[in-house]
Nanobody, 126 residues
Framework: QLQLVESGGGLVQAGGSLRLSCVGS????????IGWFRQAPGQEREGVSC????????NSADSVKGRFTISKDNITNTVYLQMNSLTPEDTGVYYC???????????????????WGPGTQVTVSS
């Protein structure tokens, strides 16, 4: 059974960078669409970035385009979220999630993922 665990969160100043990791166990993450989501206090969870199976396509929210990049390390079965030029608005708990429903039109950021990690906290100070 697939399990996901995020790491790499922390406290960073505005303008700084962080790289989040999502480690998968049980099966290669290449067989899933993988998404990164975040939830700020008092707000609904929002999709940040995602990749389809085997990384064929990626998608990102407008708010992070040009700053965040999703990628995968095949050796460690880890999906990364590289976050640059962070702002206080990027603060929140970040989750990775796996979706095993075929998405011929690309991965989705609206949700519908079946397996979630516990999350990692990202705090950006001004």
């Amino acid at each position: 059974q697939l399990q996901l665990v995020e790491s790499g969160g922390g406290l960073v100043q505005a303008g700084g960078s962080l790289r989040l990791s999502c480690v998968g166990s049980g099966k290669s993450l290449d067989y899933y669409n993988i998404g990164w989501f975040r939830q700020a206090p008092g707000q609904e969870r929002e999709g940040v970035s995602c990749r389809t199976t085997f990384g064929r396509t990626t998608n990102s929210a407008d708010s992070v385009k040009g700053r965040f990049t999703i990628s995968k390390d095949n050796i460690t079965n880890t999906v990364y979220l590289q976050m640059n030029s962070l702002t206080p608005e990027d603060t929140g708990v970040y989750y990775c999630a796996a979706d095993w429903i075929p998405r011929p039109n690309g991965c989705v950021l609206e949700g519908g993922y079946q397996r979630w990690g516990p999350g990692t906290q990202v705090t950006v100070s001004s």
